[in-house]
């Protein structure tokens, strides 16, 4: 269920994911450094699969060394085996055919080292992403409701979903790439010394150009990478707001409007992964086209050393360059610049993965909801006039205080709320309570009645503690609220919001939300008391029906009476009614409001309502204007005293 402020009585109005400002995107540095402690933060996750990664590394240089030695098989088969077949009388073959079997043997290893890798990496990439997403689900769940308040569902959900799957390319393929290509690159250049030194000098002065030009292109491109992930969560929020409110923009044919921003959201995105992607885009082909201007480099170098007959120096010595070890070099040289351009491919890759890393790891550094309570609610039973705490389920519950010198004291849940001077604000600028005072007695139905923001609704989330208060005190059974365990409170009251959020899953499930141990004949027996029963037997499968889509398939009305069923199997002392029965039509509330009454009574109760028809019962009523009390009574003492209350029910004054 929904808890979310509503209006100008919650939070204050928030922009929108991508800032809600009207124009093109905001100027953006071409350099975006790598956060390093994103990367060391990414890498701990790996830690766990420390075993897996070390039998990747050795499937990784394996695979490295058949590459290279692939490569000097080129050489050795010129100069050991064809250059003697070429001058003897009668070739002999065999020779040769035991080296090509032998490199067979090894390329068949190689493939099976690749193929365990694979493997090994899906598993671990998949389990990496399964934490990632088990730790970002578990610390949402303690972030406060001001958190959900200024973020859109949909920029949420793109924690997991867009930046996780870049993760996933990250661990499964990006990094693996890097290493098996870094790996590569060492094999192959110590192959290469074995041919030529003064090759390789050649070889370092064109790969140190190709790099330059790589680093320069991929910090340019990073920082797009990092707006073009910042731009998809803006533009999936705002998708996800479109379809919540297709009815809506429909009925005030505002489809012109929702598409212009639209556009200019996804011109935003555009933008950001053009200027991110044509450069990475542009990496590959400049690279290999430096490496073919390396190769035919070495080839002129080569030809010219040997023709020129110039010693060769190798890590084994010196000797003649052959035409051998000239085939072997240049086919190293192609293997040498192939990694080169694979890691600046995969550092555009990496970097947008550590921009959805630093993206998740945003929300897991958000703040958790503090909770510095320490009375907590147990079940209780009375024995010789003292209250004892029990493990069995009494229907008597109290509040468990502990003492620092280790004692504890037990006080009866009665519903008893008080509040004292209370101010509050959303934002320090903006107070939306001012001085309230108050007093629910347990079983008395206490009705708030005003404008659309007078704090109606801010009060009851006070009193939830979704958000805490600057100035006053709030009282529970005499007890300051801040003392109280938030999850303790929460299970003391009962609350039924005008929104209405139904979970996947049959009628009774979603009743049961209420009180996960409560049996199949105490969520019937909830769903009469508000009057559900009779329609939910009318549906196909009755309470096993499967509703889905937030309960599309059932009416507003519907939905809300399954809403108040759930309130009802809790069975709590403190019942908080916000607008409960606004989507109901008038029968039905009338069906409703007995069932109410019947679930009010011996209960504290709050009801924000604008029918007055439902508040005139009340005990005490308040009308609140600008966060503050302007009125207090009974509905027969307020129509005496002939102010707004009077001029609001007789129609002289409407609300807003």
């Known amino acids: ?105 090894l390329y068949l290893l190689a493939i099976f080292a690749v193929f365990i890798q694979a493997r090994m990496m899906a598993v671990v990439s998949h389990s990496v992403l399964k934490k990632v997403r088990d730790e970002m689900f578990a610390h949402m769940q303690t972030l406060p409701i001001r958190y959900f308040d200024s973020h859109t569902h949909g920029e949420v959900m793109s924690f997991y979903t867009n930046d996780t799957d870049t993760l996933r390319q990250m661990v499964s393929q990006s990094l693996p790439q890097v290493f098996a290509s870094v790996i590569s690159l060492l094999v192959i250049f110590i192959n290469m010394l074995i041919c030529s030194v003064w090759m390789t000098l050649v070889m370092l002065l064109a790969t140190f150009v190709m790099l330059s030009a790589s680093a ?97 120096l190798t890590l084994t010595g010196i000797g003649t360059l052959s035409l051998g070890a000239i085939a072997a070099f240049l086919t190293l040289s192609r293997n040498f610049m192939r990694p080169i351009s694979q890691v600046s491919q995969q550092i555009n890759f990496i970097a947008m993965a550590l921009a959805g890393a630093e993206r998740i790891f945003s929300l897991m550094d958000e703040k958790s909801e503090q909770d510095e309570g320490y009375v907590t609610l147990v079940n209780a039973k009375e024995e010789n006039g003292q209250i004892v705490e029990t493990s069995e389920r009494t229907g008597m519950w109290a509040w468990k205080h502990p003492h620092k010198d280790g004692s504890l004291t037990y006080t009866r849940l009665a519903g008893d709320v008080e509040m004292h001077e209370v101010d509050f604000a959303y934002t320090p600028d903006k107070p939306v309570l001012h001085d309230i005072t108050l007093y629910a007695k347990p079983g008395q139905k206490v009705a708030f009645v005003g404008a659309t923001g007078a704090g109606k609704t801010t009060i009851t989330n006070l009193i939830n503690r979704f958000y805490d208060i600057a100035d006053g005190k709030i009282r529970y059974d005499g007890i300051n609220i801040n003392k109280i365990r938030k999850s303790d409170l929460r299970h003391s009251l009962g609350v039924v919001l005008q929104d209405v959020n139904l979970f996947t899953g049959t009628v009774m499930e979603n009743i049961r939300y209420g009180k996960l141990d409560a049996t199949d004949e105490e969520c019937i027996a909830a769903a009469k008391l508000a009057n559900a029963h009779d329609f939910i037997t009318r549906l196909p499968d009755g309470y096993n029906t499967l509703l889905a889509g937030d309960g599309s398939g059932l009416s507003q009305g519907q939905r809300q009476l399954i809403s108040i069923a759930r309130a009802a199997v809790a069975d709590p002392p403190v019942m908080i009614l916000d607008e409960a029965t606004s989507s109901i039509d008038t029968r039905t509330e009338a069906l409703v409001q007995r069932g109410m009454d019947q679930l009010m009574q011996g209960r504290t109760v709050f009801v924000i309502a604008h029918r007055l028809s439902t508040v005139q019962n009340s005990d005490v009523i308040m009308v609140l204007d600008h966060g503050r009390i302007i009125e207090r009574g009974s509905h027969e003492q307020l129509i005496a005293e002939k102010g707004q209350y009077y001029q609001l029910y007789t129609g002289a004054f409407e609300l807003e």
Request: aromatic letters at 6%; glycine letters at 10%.
């Open 1 to 105: 269920m929904s808890n979310a402020p509503k209006n100008n009585d919650r939070a204050p109005a928030r922009p929108g994911p991508g800032g809600g400002m009207r124009g093109g995107p905001r100027a953006m540095g071409p350099r975006q450094p790598i956060n390093k402690k994103t990367v060391v933060r990414m890498l701990s996750y790996l830690k766990p699969y420390w075993p897996r990664l070390i039998i990747v590394l050795a499937c990784i240089i394996f695979d490295a060394v058949a590459t290279a030695k692939a490569a000097t098989f080129l050489g050795t088969v010129i100069d050991d085996y064809i250059g003697p077949l070429l001058q003897a009388a009668v070739p002999d073959f065999s020779g040769l055919l035991k080296a090509i079997m032998r490199m067979a043997a």
């Open 216 to 312: 320069k292109m991929g910090m340019r491109s990073a920082g797009f990478f990092v707006k073009q992930q910042k731009s998809l969560a803006s533009l999936n929020g705002y998708i996800e707001e479109m379809i919540n409110g297709q009815k809506v923009v429909k009925v005030f044919n505002h489809e012109p409007l929702a598409k212009e921003e639209f556009d200019r959201r996804n011109n935003e995105l555009c933008e950001n992964a053009t200027s991110a992607n044509k450069i990475a885009n542009v990496l590959g082909p400049v690279n290999n086209n430096l490496g073919h201007i390396g190769y035919v480099l070495l080839a002129i170098v080569g030809g010219a050393l040997a023709i020129a007959g110039v010693p060769n």
